[in-house]
């Protein structure tokens, strides 16, 4: 079965950074765009980062954009989310999933799978 796996969460100061991770089993990475989501507490789950299955494209919102710098490793299965300048606003869990979509992959609903996520916490 599918099986997605964040890692790299943690707790860090503003200004600070972190490096997110998501391996990947179960399923034929290199032709799956993948998606970083994050959801802080009593908010709905927001887009923060995307990357097509080739990792040409590169797609972030406007809040991590210029911060966040998403990557992929299709020889390992692994999608990454470098996360620098982090805000006390970055606060959230982080979640990884995994599209067939090849485009319009920023909407939460273009996603067939799902991790478990990762805790970030930023503190000021």
């Known amino acids: 079965q599918v099986q997605l796996v964040e890692s790299g969460g943690g707790l860090v100061q503003a200004g600070g950074s972190l490096r997110l991770s998501c391996a990947a089993s179960?399923?034929?990475?290199?032709?799956?765009?993948m998606g970083w989501f994050r959801q802080a507490p009593g908010k709905e789950r927001d887009f923060a980062a995307a990357?097509?299955?080739?990792?040409?494209?590169?797609y972030y919102a406007d809040s991590v954009k210029g911060r966040f710098t998403v990557s992929r490793d299709n020889a390992k299965n692994t999608v990454y989310l470098q996360m620098n300048s982090l805000k006390p606003e970055d606060t959230a869990i982080y979640f990884c999933?995994?599209?067939?979509?090849?485009?319009?992959?920023?909407?939460?609903?273009?996603?067939?799978?799902w991790g478990q996520g990762t805790q970030v916490t930023v503190s000021s």
């Open positions: 990357i097509s299955w080739s990792g040409g494209n590169t």
């Open positions: 999933a995994a599209s067939r979509r090849s485009s319009y992959i920023v909407a939460r609903n273009a996603y067939d799978y």
């Open positions: 179960g399923l034929t990475f290199s032709r799956n765009s």
